[in-house]
């Protein structure tokens, strides 16, 4: 497969796995000690908060007025979209019931996590749209409690807005409470709330190593790096649309890939050409960001043709694929591994980021060739279940007994045979292990 690169990135997103996991042990150690005061000393400390983490219901409801009416009604509009797409993926996953042999009975049943933690972030840009996202799913997944944690700002506490989202789509408990001493509080149960069977959400990297370290004792979505995106175009696409998704995407952060994967190399290089001017146009935190995430981190790669493209691209696993080629119904049946995919110059990555319905919260740094977003599942087990007659375990219990035999397992070959013994006192079984 011949590529040539017009960009090469001089960093990955593994060029930044800093020593963080040593401070987030300490800290979460420290938390789990001491509970809620040593919670409310990091909040303190890091985001130089010292007001009431855990809204109470009048809080709520001045944060929410505060918010502006067309406001309301876009992340309404965004919700209202999430949900039922959530429900139509809930509606995948069935209660199952079969005899597999006539007398012995198998079944599944899919049944949601307790507690839910969800974390927002509000650092760098305020998430609204991951309390959407996180929430949501969790509510219609049958969660019986869902706790919303984000970082408050100094003096203001939450953003209004992320309280209105957090709200509106069914949080349970909505907590002013950033970073490491976020996540430890939904995970170790502070503040009243029941302890999270599952906390999800996007943030930074102290937040990713938290839900890393705590994974085991709770479930997680997924351990998550830089937000990434790639896209496929062809001599068709637009040069000016495909620098500028680009661009919306390397302003996530200094760190986020960006990748654009043609087999036009006038299209590559015209896109070459319009991006700086595009990033000096922003403000200034976005362009800070996009300026280093494209400097450092982004690629143009110029593939022989279009298998080649598709395969590349499944190589990188991207979070976000955008295609902008002719034929899109090929590309939908040829590619394999992204978090979410985005077909046609008609929709672009920042749809789902924030209002389309699909999740946003998906798996980054190549995880795509092994695991997809979230969604209701990631709330939900899939547990399975047995029952027999008598004469429906006779089989299986006589090939139990001599597996483990065979196995060297003889306590569990007793199990099968006391049955057998008790059920079907009159015949005779070869439960050796050569039987």
Request: hydrophobic residues 40%; negative net charge.
């Given at each position: ?119 927002v972030p509000a650092g760098r840009y305020r998430h609204i749209a991951s309390a959407v996202m996180t929430v949501t799913t969790a509510k219609v997944a049958g969660c019986e409690h869902i706790t919303v944690s984000s970082a408050p700002q100094p003096g203001e506490g939450l953003n209004p807005a992320i309280v209105f989202a957090a709200h509106a789509c069914g949080a349970d408990k909505i907590m002013a409470l950033g970073g490491v ?255």
């Amino acid at each position: 497969m011949k590529r040539t690169y017009l960009k090469k990135a001089s960093r990955t997103s593994q060029s930044d796995a800093g020593e963080t996991s040593k401070t987030v042990a300490a800290i979460l150690a420290d938390i789990e000690t001491r509970g809620e005061a040593a919670a409310l000393e990091y909040a303190a400390k890091f985001d130089k908060y010292t007001g009431n983490v855990e809204l109470t219901q009048a809080e709520i409801d001045a944060a929410c007025a505060r918010v502006p009416q067309k406001l309301k009604e876009d992340i309404l509009f965004a919700h209202d979209n999430v949900r039922r797409f959530a429900e139509v993926q809930k509606g995948t996953v069935a209660d199952v019931e079969y005899e597999i042999n006539p007398g012995l009975i198998v079944g599944q049943k899919a049944i949601p996590v307790s507690a839910a933690g969800c974390y927002v972030p509000a650092g760098r840009y305020r998430h609204i749209a991951s309390a959407v996202m996180t929430v949501t799913t969790a509510k219609v997944a049958g969660c019986e409690h869902i706790t919303v944690s984000s970082a408050p700002q100094p003096g203001e506490g939450l953003n209004p807005a992320i309280v209105f989202a957090a709200h509106a789509c069914g949080a349970d408990k909505i907590m002013a409470l950033g970073g490491v001493q976020g996540v430890a509080s939904m995970a170790f149960g502070l503040f009243g709330q029941p302890k999270a069977n599952i906390i999800v959400g996007p943030g930074n990297q102290f937040v990713a190593e938290a839900k890393r370290s705590l994974y085991g004792r709770v479930g997680i979505d997924m351990i998550a790096g830089p937000t990434d995106s790639l896209i496929l175009a062809d001599k068709g696409a637009d040069a000016h649309i495909v620098a500028t998704d680009l661009v919306s995407q390397a302003e996530h952060g200094y760190n986020s890939p960006v990748w654009l994967v043609t087999d036009h190399e006038p299209l590559a290089r015209d896109v070459l050409s319009r991006v700086p001017d595009l990033i000096a146009d922003l403000p200034a935190l976005n362009r800070e960001n996009a300026e280093a995430a494209w400097n450092d981190y982004a690629e143009v790669i110029v593939c022989a043709n279009r298998e080649d493209m598709a395969a590349t691209s499944d190589e990188y696993a991207p979070e976000h694929l955008t295609v902008q080629a002719e034929d899109l119904d090929w590309w939908l049946n040829r590619l394999k591994c992204y978090g979410s995919l985005f077909l046609g110059e008609e929709t672009t990555v920042s749809y789902g980021d924030k209002a389309a319905g699909t999740n946003h919260v998906l798996p980054t740094s190549g995880a795509a060739s092994y695991t997809g977003g979230l969604s209701v599942h990631k709330y939900m087990k899939i547990v399975t279940w047995q029952r027999a007659s008598r004469e429906g375990s006779k089989q299986v219990a006589e090939a139990t007994a001599r597996i483990s035999r065979l196995e060297g397992m003889e306590a569990h070959a007793r199990a099968a045979d006391v049955r057998l013994a008790k059920y079907f006192p009159d015949e005779d079984f070869d439960l050796t292990a050569n039987g």
